[in-house]
Structures are given as structure tokens and as C-alpha cells.
């Protein structure tokens, strides 16, 4: 049995293809930092806290030579779980005890229990220490699964000093609401927190935030608005910090003007939002039918009238899709003037109603998870060929993105413009690089690139 003592412990965030750090295509200087590691090395009991080392390959390499663990603990959507899988086997060969949690594990627990020691389920807040109990009591389990009910007023504040010398735009990164209350078909999220809506005290999100350094700050919540008494509130509260910050947020706004006030009021400079689909079928397709895509332009030109930006995002290859929904995005996305475009192909990803259905169908055409990164072609479109899909959604983003759209846009919208030009050119540089990440190359990308190549010999793909 093991001794309680100090523990060494790494946790590492992976990333493949397009996002990792040197070798893929997304400026750093877009990039927020996330608060899943520094969060968890926070949650570390006292009396446990050996060295702490923290790497997230979205802005740093990582050699996983040079890394001396007890424990190792991994995170990953359902694009990185391969390369999480990967770092796993190598660690374990190495006698190290890994972990993983995150979104991916939550949803596929099962399949991560194949390549790693323990699987974390859900929030960690309570469970994460408990297996560092457990390890060291020699009891870790293979399955934590979270308690029913959070007490979201302990959370402790993220130890954001282990970001302070990597490449990211700000380190400032809260969240205030766990969970979604919608049940749109293709998200996660409503899996991953069992369809749980939960908020902080808004006095303990106004704390955080004004223990923060410099003035912005990026709100990371998935659905912070759908309950527009705390959201009012939460705004409303902040105004006296004079703080500028972004989020997300959902098309219902749009008839909520004093959250939009609140919002103004107190520093919003950017949202974004998932319009989706520029046709109502497509949106009640995936169970998202509350979009109402009559209400689009107005909800633009309210944003726009209260200076703040907004980042639409754009699916294509909904069952409702033909070869023309590009031309319709686009001719959207010049009329409205928006500011930063997002397009993503439709993603079934594992667990979720949509996987199923699609599953069942005989749709899915790999289950090689690094190629889900919603840049991807993965399925059988409805109306159209793979083919037809991925060249339109690459094309979209150079359309949207060459100088002469980026200067109409913009010209019409007047917004936060020291904001808006650099997310721009940011994304002008990441949608010019997509095409060197054909889908041959992603099936590969999973490998450690960095171990011999005996020791990716060894590595298995799970496809």
C-alpha cells in the first residue's frame, strides 16, 4: 500500500491538427487560456502538493520525455481524445498512474478506461481530490462519478499562475453557469452535466472578477444567459468594476432588452452566438427550433447600437442542407455585417441523440475521434456528397475572410475595432491553413510526435 506523501503531479491539456502549438494553423495571439488544469491544481489538497506543472499543447510543445509524475492527468474533447490516449499509454509504459477527465471521457467512459489508470465523469470539484486521496491510501478507483449536487460556492479560484508565462491573450477566464438547460440534438453539454442548469453566487463570480489584473476578462460559461434574472443581475453587478469582457450567449437575447442594457452597461465587448442555421427547418432539425432566424438582423443591430461585437457561428450540413446554404451564409454574414464568421460542419459527436441517430442510420463514416473537430466531414450528408460539404465549408471561410469581405464587414459594423481587425486577420491566417490538414493527415495526427518511433509502434489507434 501506498505511503501518503507529496505527489508529483502533470496535467497536460492535448491538442491535435489544426490547434497545436507550432504545427497547426490558429494564431496564439487569439487564444484565451481555459480553466480546466488551472482549476484542478487548485482543487490539489495542501498536504498533497508536491511539484505542479501544468502544459497545454495549444500553446507550448510538449515533450513527454522530460516529464517526471506520480500522477499524470489528462483532459480532452472527443478531437483530442486519441493523442490524450496516446500520452496515456506512453505514461503508463512508463510506470506512471494516469487520469483522464473532460468532456470526452464524460462522454465515452467506458472506451478512455481502455488506455488510462482512472476516469473522472463530470465536474471534478469534488472528485478530483478524492482520488488523489485514494492513490495515495493505495484505493484509487477506476470510475469517479460526480456527487448529485455541487455546492458551487466553494469553488476555489483557478491557480492562473501557471499560465502567467504562456502565449495566451489573457488569463482572465471565469464562469459563472454550469450547464444548459436547451437539449439541442448535436451539443454535448446537456450530456456532459446531465442536463443540469447551474449558477455561482453572483457575489463570489463579482469577487473573482475584480481580484483579476487589467481590465478584460472572457466569460467561458456555455449557456450563461437562458435564465435572464441571474444573467441581468450578474451584469448589472459588475458595471462598478469597469471591466471589459466577452462571452457567449443564445439568439433569445434578442427580445430581452434590459439584459442587453446590462449587458452594455457593463463592459460587454463581443458575444458569441450560435445562429446555426439560416433556415428554421435546419434549426428544428437539431432540436434548436427557439432560433428564430426572422429575428437575426435585429438581433445584429441591437448588439451593434450597443458597441458590442458579435462572433456568429455557423453550421453546415444539417439534414435540411443543400450546396446553396453557403452561398446563403455568406450573403448573411454581409448583409447583417457581422463581425467575426465561425463555421463549423455539423459533428455527430459520441453520446450525444445525434450520434445515435446517425449511428442507426448507417451515416457515421469513421469513428477516428481526431477526425471530429468539427472541421471535418465525419458522416453521410443528407443532400449532399463528403466532398461537396468539405470543399464548401473550406471555401466558406476564404470567402469570408478575404480582405474585400473583412472591409465590408467591418465598415458596416463599427464596432470594437481594436478587437474585431485582430480577430480577423487571427482568423484570416487559421481558415488559409485549413487545407493542410486534409483528412489523411488528421487520421494520423493522434500520434506522440516527440516519443521514438518504437514507442508510437506500440500506440494503437482506436479506430
Not at 437539449?183 to 449558477?199: A, L
Not at 481590465?215 to 459588475?238: C, G, H, I, K, Q
Not at 490538414?437 to 482506436?462: N, S
Amino acid at each position: 500500500m501506498n505511503t501518503r506523501r507529496k505527489l508529483n503531479i502533470a496535467l497536460i491539456s492535448p491538442r491535435t491538427g489544426l490547434y497545436r502549438h507550432g504545427t497547426g494553423v490558429f494564431p496564439l495571439s487569439l487564444r484565451y487560456a481555459p480553466l480546466n488544469m488551472v482549476t484542478l491544481a487548485a482543487l490539489i489538497p495542501d498536504d498533497l502538493r508536491g511539484e505542479i506543472t501544468v502544459y497545454d499543447e495549444s500553446v507550448e510543445s510538449v515533450d513527454p520525455t522530460k516529464i517526471k509524475a506520480d500522477i499524470v492527468g489528462l483532459t480532452g474533447i472527443t478531437g483530442v481524445s486519441m493523442r490524450s490516449y496516446a500520452y496515456a499509454e506512453y505514461f503508463r509504459r512508463q510506470g506512471i498512474t494516469t487520469v483522464m477527465g473532460g468532456p470526452h471521457a464524460t462522454l465515452m467512459p467506458e472506451e478512455a478506461a481502455q488506455h488510462v489508470d482512472a476516469v473522472v465523469i463530470g465536474h471534478g470539484y469534488e472528485t478530483w481530490p478524492r482520488l488523489l486521496n485514494d492513490f495515495c491510501e493505495g484505493k484509487m478507483q477506476k470510475f469517479y462519478y460526480p456527487p448529485e449536487k455541487i455546492d458551487w460556492s466553494l469553488l476555489p479560484d483557478p491557480h492562473r499562475e501557471f499560465f502567467a508565462r504562456k502565449s495566451f491573450i489573457t488569463t482572465n477566464s471565469t464562469q459563472a453557469v454550469f450547464g444548459c438547460p436547451n437539449q439541442c440534438e448535436f451539443c454535448v453539454t446537456p450530456i456532459v452535466c446531465k442536463g443540469n442548469y447551474e449558477r455561482r453566487p453572483i457575489e463570489d463570480v463579482y469577487a473573482e472578477v475584480s481580484r483579476m489584473p487589467g481590465r478584460y476578462v472572457t466569460f467561458l460559461d456555455p449557456s450563461p444567459v437562458e435564465n435572464t434574472e441571474y444573467a441581468t443581475a450578474l451584469y448589472r453587478s459588475l458595471i462598478p468594476l469597469k471591466k471589459r469582457w466577452g462571452g457567449l450567449a443564445t439568439t433569445r437575447i434578442v427580445d430581452q432588452p434590459e439584459l442587453l442594457d446590462a449587458m452594455e452597461a457593463s463592459g460587454c465587448f463581443g458575444l458569441l452566438i450560435g445562429f446555426e442555421s439560416l433556415s428554421p427547418g435546419g434549426n428544428k432539425s437539431i432540436s434548436k427550433g427557439f432560433n428564430d432566424t426572422s429575428k437575426y438582423r435585429r438581433l445584429v443591430k441591437e448588439l451593434h447600437a450597443r458597441n458590442i461585437a458579435v462572433m456568429g457561428c455557423f453550421v453546415h450540413g444539417l439534414d435540411s442542407d443543400r450546396s446553396d446554404c453557403f452561398k446563403y451564409t455568406l450573403d448573411f454574414i454581409h448583409e447583417a455585417n457581422v463581425d467575426l464568421p465561425r463555421f463549423t460542419v455539423c459533428t455527430p459527436f459520441p453520446g450525444t441523440p445525434f450520434f445515435n441517430r446517425l449511428k442507426k442510420e448507417g451515416r457515421i463514416l469513421t469513428e477516428n475521434w481526431t477526425l471530429y473537430d468539427a472541421q471535418h466531414v465525419v458522416f453521410q450528408p443528407k443532400h449532399m456528397s463528403v466532398e461537396e460539404l468539405q470543399e464548401g465549408h473550406i471555401d466558406c471561410w476564404h470567402s469570408a475572410y478575404n480582405i474585400s469581405s473583412m472591409f465590408r464587414r467591418l465598415a458596416g459594423s463599427r464596432t470594437f475595432l481594436e478587437y474585431t481587425i485582430l480577430a480577423n486577420i487571427g482568423y484570416r491566417l487559421y481558415c488559409r491553413g485549413h487545407r493542410r490538414f486534409p483528412r489523411g493527415r488528421m487520421a494520423e495526427d493522434w500520434k506522440l510526435a516527440c516519443t521514438t518511433a518504437e514507442d508510437i509502434a506500440r500506440i494503437k489507434p482506436a479506430y
